[in-house]
């Protein structure tokens, strides 16, 4: 099993940048491709970025460019630094690994 948690949300103005952080508690972490996808309001799930065992990454056109996701095996975590934050960004951010989600967090993006 492996547990998932988000954290790093919260409330920006366009332009601006947060860090997500996705913290997993399981042994087999570094061999793991893991998922960042965003929920907005009556849309469906949708894949934001990925990053494999050996740090492959790829990324939503929509993220491209302004999105990087991270991963620091010796602390089991994964982030996702966010920046030139728009308004469409808005959304419960999860991340998943195998069929394991996280509880997601909130990023809402507002002047």
């Known amino acids: 099993q492996v547990q998932l948690v988000e954290s790093g949300g919260g409330l920006v103005q366009p332009g601006g940048s947060l860090r997500l952080s996705c913290a997993a508690s399981t042994r087999i972490f570094s061999i793991l491709s893991i998922y960042w996808y965003r929920q907005a309001p009556g849309e469906q799930r949708e894949l934001v970025a990925s990053?494999?065992?050996?740090?492959?990454?790829t990324y939503a056109d929509s993220v491209e460019g302004r999105f990087t996701i991270s991963r620091d095996n010796a602390k089991n975590a994964v982030y996702l630094q966010m920046n030139s934050l728009k308004l469409e960004d808005t959304a419960v951010y999860y991340c998943k690994a195998l069929m394991y989600w996280g509880q997601g967090t909130q990023v809402t993006v507002s002047s």
């Open positions: 990053i494999t065992n050996s740090g492959t990454t």
